[in-house]
């Protein structure tokens, strides 16, 4: 099924316009700080005034909307399992995980502790039995694994062992993302396969405000020349890397990002590129960052606003928490957000389960929690569909007339199962029935049955003979 946002709306019309002609002008008049010297090449060569002295790159309004065309509107994150593919356009809307924590709750003692590659296996395996959870964009790092020449290649085959929905994520060195990209054509068939039908993509950050460095900005230039997906996200942050408002943030938002889309089609016309937007605000009393304000959630609605203005795919983040508990506050600051952005009709969400603490440490059990939060929110999506049998008009003449109730009649049973959101950790018992129960709280319920998914599913295998030729041509897989 696919879900349709846009019934939230943060600008008008009008305000769209004025947005986007404020980011025309700082992109055309203010520039962009390139530092990849395979980018300003490229954006030399068609025609933008590079300043190699300073690095800086200011990009005509003409080669911004000679992007935003040649860039596709459609693009798909393909599952290895096609049931599970992710249309990206319009207003669609898909929610997954995201974050690259550096630590995670502990299952066993429930205590913060360092991530390690055994959490991306076991993430990426609760994350497969989780439905309203679209793609795996990786959300723990490895620090097991010192090397980072081997981070890279190890996140993304220990993902896609352990699911067959899309994998995303974030790359660390030039070696790395170049070994998950043949990796990946070893399981696809070849580097033409890959392109058709991409179960990978990948995270290059602009940085604000307005920058391309040199890592990201090379592994853009190359993603771009293989033509697989990449995400330019940018994250602004009101009151220190951006003004305060969040009009104006918007704004840097939105040209940062679509830096990152000239970029890739300066490298190769109609290379997959997503816009994205990661921002927030800044804790005015410690200048920190936050990841749960309701704010965030305004901003990145916005920046899906202006994205479906230029008819680009986007990736936005929603669901996050500041608490380091799986609490109320995770509850109602995941939650809020989730919706906002989802009702805003961002392509992909990602952070969306399991992510708290400043985005520092994710949460088996908040996945478990966000995991039907996200259902919810994709109820409300779905909106409540009007037709002669919906409305039921003749039935409720007949009870009128007579019949006893309606818990017995078969429209009640054809609808019961589909009619509303479904409860998976929720309790809904009487207090009786719950304090018989041991008188579980919700993370309690979602520990257990965080626990037993990790102990009965089985994801969807990569063929024996290609995980052979994969783990020899990559020994230094763990």
Known sequence: MIFKGGQYKPFSNTEVRQISEAVMTLLEKGGVRVFTKTGREAFRKAGADVNDSTNVVHIPRGMVEDAIDSAPSRLVLCGRDKKNDCILEGSNVYLGTGGTAINVLDLETGRRRPSRNEDVRQMARLMDALDNVHVFTINVYPNDIQNTDEVDVNRFYSSLVNTSKHVMGGIYSPKGVREVVEMASMIAGGMDQLRDRPFVSFIALMISPLKIDNTYGEFICYLASEGLPVVTPTEPLCGTTSPITMAANV???????????????????????????????????????????????????????????????????????????????????????????????????????????????????????????????????????????????????????????????????????????????????HREEWEAAGAKDTSVRAHEAALAILNEHKPMAIGADVDRRIRARFPHLR
Request: aromatic share 6%; proline share 2%; net charge negative.
């Open 251 to 429: 704004v840097l938002h939105t040209a940062e990002t679509l830096a990152g889309v000239v970029l890739t089609q300066v490298v190769r016309r109609g290379a997959p590129v997503i816009c994205g937007s990661v921002g927030s605000i800044s804790d005015m009393r410690t200048m920190g960052h936050l990841s749960g304000p309701v704010e965030r959630g305004m901003i990145n609605a916005a920046v899906s606003q202006m994205a479906q203005h230029y008819r680009l795919p986007y990736y936005s983040t929603a669901g996050m928490t500041d608490s380091k508990l799986v609490d109320a506050q995770a509850g109602y600051e995941g939650g809020m957000m989730n919706l906002l952005v989802a009702m805003s009709g961002a392509n992909y969400i990602h952070d969306a389960a399991g992510l708290m603490e400043f985005d520092l440490t994710a949460s088996y059990e908040k996945m478990v929690v966000d995991n039907e939060i996200i259902g919810r929110c994709l109820r409300v999506l779905r909106g409540i569909e009007v037709n002669d049998d919906t409305i039921a008009l003749d039935l409720m003449l007949d009870v009128l007339a007579g019949r006893t109730d309606f818990l017995g009649e078969e429209h009640t049973i054809r609808y019961m199962r589909t009619e509303f959101a479904a409860n998976t950790v929720s309790d809904r018992t």
